[in-house]
T-cell receptor, first 110, second 112 residues
Framework: DAKTTQPPSMDCAEGRAANLPCNHSTISGNEYVYWYRQIHSQGPQYIIHGLKNNETNEMASLIITEDRKSSTLILPHATLRDTAVYYCRAPQREADGLTFGKGTHLIIQP | EPEVTQTPSHQVTQMGQEVILRCVPISNHLYFYWYRQILGQKVEFLVSFYNNEISEKSEIFDDQFSVERPDGSNFTLKIRSTKLEDSAMYFC??????????FGSGTRLTVV
């Protein structure tokens, strides 16, 4: 798996866009970038994934730089319920067991 | 939206007893997993299951653990003789390519 680096914590005001960065400079050409989050006491939740192009779904947008060495997860209008730990990963094979690193603890402030 | 269902939500058992944790993955998914999370710690991978056999397991998944997919819909994790340190939240997950994992809401196992 490509090594990923994320800031340990971030704050964002409710209603604003939350932009969570991830560095994956060792990513190889066929490794997707996946984002998950874990809200306190709940099971982890898949958010989005992408390879080269920017992606958007009902939860978030994923912006991947042209050189694929970093990406940004965007929650366009953060709510208090988006407070969670967010994990970025770039596995060699997503079918392999997930390894959760430390992630970014995103705190949405009212 | 399809869900991964886990039962029971909470199980209390005496040390040394066997427990079976049950999961119903999403029906068209091909890969199945068990994870655990000890209180306050990271989610840890236990085992993955594909094509009716274990495809990968971690060091945590020793001889006390086993998994089964007995009937094409259920996916179970058995702990043969529970220890106090097995107390944790156990999450089942399933997925199909190329999408990410769908996790269940977990079973809280308390060993007393």
């Amino acid at each position: 798996d490509a090594k990923t680096t994320q800031p340990p914590s971030m704050d964002c005001a409710e209603g604003r866009a939350a932009n969570l960065p991830c560095n994956h400079s060792t990513i190889s050409g066929n490794e997707y970038v996946y984002w998950y989050r874990q809200i306190h006491s709940q099971g982890p939740q898949y958010i989005i994934h992408g390879l080269k192009n920017n992606e958007t779904n009902e939860m978030a947008s994923l912006i991947i730089t042209e050189d694929r060495k970093s990406s940004t997860l965007i929650l366009p209008h953060a709510t208090l319920r988006d407070t969670a730990v967010y994990y970025c990963r770039a596995p060699q094979r997503e079918a392999d067991g997930l390894t959760f690193g430390k992630g970014t603890h995103l705190i949405i402030q009212p | 939206e399809p869900e991964v269902t886990q039962t029971p939500s909470h199980q209390v058992t005496q040390m040394g007893q066997e427990v079976i944790l049950r999961c119903v993955p999403i029906s068209n998914h091909l890969y199945f997993y068990w994870y655990r999370q000890i209180l306050g710690q990271k989610v840890e991978f236990l085992v993955s299951f594909y094509n009716n056999e274990i495809s990968e397991k971690s060091e945590i998944f020793d001889d006390q653990f086993s998994v089964e997919r007995p009937d094409g819909s259920n996916f179970t994790l058995k702990i043969r003789s529970t220890k106090l340190e097995d107390s944790a939240m156990y999450f089942c997950a399933s997925r199909t390519d190329p999408y990410g994992y769908t996790f269940g809401s977990g079973t809280r196992l308390t060993v007393v």
